[in-house]
């Protein structure tokens, strides 16, 4: 069965450092997502990605964050500049269609990501 | 205001017995799914069952069931027959149909469920 891809499990950096999300959505999927939970909360939108453009992005994406399909295959999440704050479990996910209601995403098994 | 609301922090259900995990959402769109994802304590986020604004009937998958009430707006999450393995946390969803190519999900802010043996 297709599944979404995240690498790695687990980044540890330090604070100021840029970090690099990995994500392999769905092959046939041509909607991009990321999320992101702080322990013991809920998930939370991060930003949509469709025909290599940011569709929608929420007031916790800022200036520090950036995405990208470098390929044909990978989506990153790039945040230049790490705060603590930041410290979250990240989810990727993707889904076939986003112009429906009916748009099951399907998401990765998400990185966690803790700033020091 | 919230738009999905889960208001039981955490439940427990004996096995092999029934449980009701609550939802309710608010949107003025008259287009819109919810979603119910199931998360283990290892982490992944596992898409369960979804229910559309204009389906007629409840949504069935397996074990799963959702009883769909639109006049409540409530969308709750019925696991039947319990297993060990259904210890996770639950979480409801909603996309609303008029956010375009969006497509962003919005979550409530879950329920853990423990099923004791």
């Known amino acids: 069965e297709p599944e979404v891809t995240q690498t790695p499990s687990h980044q540890v950096t330090q604070m100021g450092q840029e970090v690099i999300l990995r994500c392999v959505p769905i092959?046939?999927?041509?909607?991009f997502y990321w999320y992101r939970q702080i322990l013991g909360q809920k998930v939370e939108f991060l930003v949509s990605f469709y025909n290599n453009e940011i569709s929608e992005k929420s007031e916790i994406f800022d200036d520090q964050f950036s995405v990208e399909r470098p390929d044909g295959s990978n989506f990153t999440l790039k945040i230049r500049s790490t705060k603590l704050e930041d410290s979250a479990m990240y989810f990727c996910?993707?889904?076939?269609?986003?112009?429906?209601?009916?748009?099951?995403?399907?998401f990765g098994a998400g990185t966690r990501l803790s700033v020091l | 205001a919230q738009k999905i609301t889960q208001t039981q922090p955490g439940m427990f259900v004996q096995e092999k017995e029934a449980v009701t995990l609550d939802c309710t959402y608010d949107?003025?769109?008259?287009?819109?799914?919810l979603f119910w994802y199931k998360q283990p304590s290892s982490g992944e986020m596992i898409f369960l069952i979804y229910?559309?604004?204009?389906?007629?009937q409840n949504a069935t998958e397996g074990r799963y069931s959702l009883n769909f009430q639109k006049a409540r707006k409530s969308a709750n999450l019925v696991i039947s027959a319990s297993q060990l393995g259904d210890s996770a946390m639950y979480f409801c969803a909603m996309r609303e149909g008029t956010s375009g190519n969006t497509g962003k999900l919005i979550f409530g802010q879950g329920t853990t469920l423990q099923v004791k043996p």
């Open positions: 996910a993707s889904s076939e269609r986003g112009n429906l209601a009916k748009n099951i995403q399907y």
């Open positions: 949107t003025s769109d008259p287009s819109y799914g």
């Open positions: 092959s046939n999927h041509l909607y």
């Open positions: 229910q559309g604004s204009y389906d007629q």
